[in-house]
Antibody, heavy 117, light 112 residues
Framework: EVQLVESGGGLVQPGRSLRLSCAAS????????IHWVRQAPGKGLEWVSGIWGNGETGYADSVKGRFTISRDNAENSLFLQMNSLRTEDTALYYC???????????WGQGTLVTVSS | DVVMTQSPLSLPVTLGQPASISCRSS???????????LNWFQQRPGQSPRRLIY???NRDSGVPDRFSGSGSGTDFTLKISRVEAEDVGVYYC?????????FGQGTKLEIK
């Protein structure tokens, strides 16, 4: 059974940093792109970043230069280093597994990040 | 970025009646191998999104057959043949043809 378990969320002041983690199990981790997708309170879904098994990355313009995605294939783990946080980064952050033909087939339960003074 | 536009954004439906959600992309979602990278997700209140449909019309395992997807190129539709109470939630289309993946605004389905 595929499982994605996020952690690391919390309350942080604007301008500070936070590091999210996602522990994956139930599939061959290094074979798949893994994404971070976020959802601001009461709003829709927004793709944040993705990383290929070989480490190639992509970012939404809204986080480029501030967030860094990484993975540890030996530990089946995904990370998101979030620097220079803004109030508009407040959201539930989901870890999501890519599927063939441009899709996402599994989602974690999310970890809540609140950026507020 | 590819813009995904859904309509309607709010969808009140009577139990047992059909429902339809439209999704339009700003660019063709057809991949070089002929695959069309359009997905539908359901998000029930308080839950994570769940994929219902991939490649326009392929239903995920465990998804009731009252859900169906159709369309081509840039115009797509999710249909529910007879709405049940458990279908309440927000439905999103998502394109996976280009990075960044992009989602529609979401359609909130409620029971009248």
């Amino acid at each position: 059974e595929v499982q994605l378990v996020e952690s690391g969320g919390g309350l942080v002041q604007p301008g500070r940093s936070l590091r999210l983690s996602c522990a994956a199990s139930g599939f061959t981790f290094h074979n798949y792109v893994i994404h971070w997708v976020r959802q601001a309170p009461g709003k829709g879904l927004e793709w944040v970043s993705g990383i290929w098994g070989n480490g190639e990355t992509g970012y939404a313009d809204s986080v480029k230069g501030r967030f860094t995605i990484s993975r540890d294939n030996a530990e089946n783990s995904l990370f998101l280093q979030m620097n220079s946080l803004r109030t508009e980064d407040t959201a539930l952050y989901y870890c999501a597994k890519d599927a063939p033909s441009g899709s996402i087939d599994y989602w974690g339960q999310g970890t809540l990040v609140t950026v507020s003074s | 970025d590819v813009v995904m536009t859904q309509s309607p954004l709010s969808l009140p439906v009577t139990l047992g009646q059909p429902a339809s959600i439209s999704c339009r992309s700003s660019e063709s979602l057809v991949y070089s191998d002929g695959t069309t990278c359009l997905n539908w997700f359901q998000q029930r209140p308080g839950q994570s999104p769940r994929r219902l449909i991939y490649n326009v019309s392929n239903r995920d395992s465990g998804v009731p057959d009252r859900f169906s997807g159709s369309g081509s190129g840039t115009d797509f539709t999710l249909k529910i043949s007879r709405v049940e109470a458990e279908d309440v939630g927000v439905y999103y289309c998502m394109q996976g043809r280009y990075w960044p993946y992009t989602f529609g605004q979401g359609t909130k389905l409620e029971i009248k």
